[in-house]
């Protein structure tokens, strides 16, 4: 009897139905000047239509997450699939079935993509595993041998993420470590999980303080962009590490000069357009550049504790690198322990009202709800935009599933 997971059987045929051919475009001088300050280029869309139109020589890669699947799943162009594939799943209970036809559905698009393009892309695990360690490792060593040289998995942070990648990175599978917001989540990340990337959302904190009425959008992200790329490259040097540096969630293509010198840009297509339009370049590594914060009259600096975002406390060091020495075994030992230390904002106890809070926000927390908590120490920006994050990709991730329940109702 054949043993091999239901997806993974039917993996192959599905692929070939859609008769992808490889795209190429001529290069672009835009990409060309980013790419000369040592920055890789990819793009941060599963749409396969803008993607014919942007690829180019430079781009390397794809990100998609449960978002952007959601969208292009919603577009119809897998419903087919869905409905003739439902039988092959009924031995399973309702939602392990769910998860099951999601990963079918994401290893499909993104061996599609790797098809047309040839580079790697970066495949998101569903959220309903985002704090079962067993499962992060069991999908993403199935994902890993289905392209293991052009598939990175995705592990969003939280505790069972943390764990769950390390186990990965000592499997050799590579690991695109997302949903960071701070340097000091960037260098946790890394010295607990060593995976092959980390990310900084830069853009939702320029929201989170532009939509707040904190300050102006333009600077903090750069800033914690800048900061994380020089704490890791200390990392390689002094842990002898290899993690890369994602600046992610850009907004606009007049931040991509800014961000010249971080190890990988992944830019929407909207922002790819524009800035074929507006950039020529010649640009210059900015990771020294001093990025200056506005903040509007009256706020309180010492009180929302923005600083977090681009500084570590020499505790945090001590005790994150004492952490990626000696991991413990399960999530519930690495919070308590992080809580012994000291640090107790990373990954706090919300109370349920908290939680509906971040459900309720979108994916920029409102600060007014959190801000005597900020200022307490009790939970920090890049702690709540990590949840906020989370929490919508877990909505998109439950759109995803009602399309298919719908679609395979008996």
């Known amino acids: 009897m054949d043993k091999t997971p239901i997806p993974e059987q039917v993996l192959p045929e599905l692929l070939h139905r859609f008769h992808d051919e490889k795209v190429s475009n001529p290069s672009q001088k835009i990409f060309k000047a980013c790419k000369e300050t040592g920055t890789q280029l990819w793009l941060d869309t599963g749409d396969i239509e803008a993607i014919d139109k942007l690829i180019t020589p430079e781009v390397t890669a794809q990100t998609t997450n449960n978002t952007l699947l959601n969208k292009e799943v919603?577009?119809?162009?897998?419903?087919?699939?869905?409905?003739?594939?439902?039988?092959?799943?009924?031995?399973?209970?309702?939602?392990?079935?769910?998860?099951?036809?999601a990963f079918l559905l994401n290893a499909l698009h993104a061996s599609r993509l790797v098809k047309r393009y040839g580079g790697m892309v970066s495949v998101e695990l569903h959220t309903d595993l985002t704090h079962d360690v067993d499962g992060i490792v069991h999908y993403g060593q199935r994902f890993h041998k289905i392209d293991p040289k052009h598939f990175l998995i995705k592990v969003p942070l939280s505790p069972s993420g943390l764990i769950g990648a390390r186990k990965l990175h000592e499997m050799s599978i590579p690991v695109n470590f997302t949903l960071l917001f701070s340097v000091r989540q960037n260098m946790?990340?890394?010295l607990l999980?060593?995976?092959?990337?980390?990310?900084?959302?830069?853009?939702?904190?320029g929201a989170y303080m532009q939509n707040n009425h904190l300050g102006e959008a333009k600077g903090p992200g750069e800033k914690t962009?800048?900061?994380?790329?020089?704490?890791?490259?200390?990392?390689?040097?002094?842990?002898?590490?290899?993690?890369?540096?994602?600046?992610?969630?850009?907004?606009?293509?007049?931040?991509?000069?800014?961000?010249?010198?971080?190890?990988?840009?992944?830019?929407?297509?909207?922002?790819?357009?524009?800035?074929?339009?507006?950039?020529?370049?010649?640009?210059?590594?900015?990771?020294?550049?001093?990025?200056?914060?506005?903040?509007?009259?009256?706020?309180?600096?010492?009180?929302?504790?923005?600083?977090?975002?681009?500084?570590?406390?020499?505790?945090?060091?001590?005790?994150?690198?004492?952490?990626?020495?000696?991991?413990?075994?399960?999530?519930?030992?690495?919070?308590?322990?992080?809580?012994?230390?000291?640090?107790?904002?990373?990954?706090?106890?919300?109370?349920?009202?908290?939680?509906?809070?971040?459900?309720?926000?979108?994916?920029?927390?409102?600060?007014?709800?959190?801000?005597?908590?900020?200022?307490?120490?009790?939970?920090?920006?890049?702690?709540?935009?990590?949840?906020?994050?989370?929490?919508?990709?877990?909505?998109?991730?439950?759109?995803?599933?009602?399309?298919?329940?719908?679609?395979?109702?008996?």
């Open 74 to 101: 919603q577009k119809g162009i897998y419903d087919g699939i869905i409905k003739e594939m439902a039988h092959r799943f009924d031995e399973f209970p309702p939602q392990k079935r769910l998860v099951e036809m």
């Open 193 to 205: 999980a060593r995976p092959a990337y980390t990310n900084v959302f830069m853009g939702r904190i």
């Open 188 to 190: 946790l990340a890394t």
């Open 225 to 410: 962009v800048h900061h994380a790329q020089k704490c890791l490259k200390t990392l390689r040097n002094d842990y002898n590490l290899n993690t890369k540096l994602i600046a992610a969630s850009i907004r606009e293509y007049t931040q991509l000069p800014a961000l010249c010198g971080v190890d990988v840009m992944t830019i929407p297509a909207k922002v790819v357009s524009d800035a074929i339009e507006h950039l020529k370049g010649p640009y210059q590594p900015m990771t020294d550049h001093d990025f200056n914060i506005v903040y509007e009259p009256g706020v309180a600096t010492s009180e929302i504790r923005m600083d977090k975002l681009w500084s570590v406390s020499e505790n945090e060091k001590r005790v994150f690198k004492a952490l990626g020495e000696n991991l413990p075994e399960s999530a519930w030992e690495l919070v308590d322990h992080l809580r012994e230390e000291g640090i107790t904002d990373i990954f706090p106890h919300l109370t349920p009202i908290e939680e509906l809070f971040i459900a309720d926000d979108g994916k920029v927390p409102r600060h007014d709800r959190w801000a005597s908590i900020i200022s307490r120490g009790e939970t920090a920006i890049d702690t709540l935009l990590n949840l906020a994050g989370m929490a919508a990709f877990t909505k998109d991730q439950k759109e995803l599933d009602e399309r298919i329940k719908s679609l395979t109702k008996n």
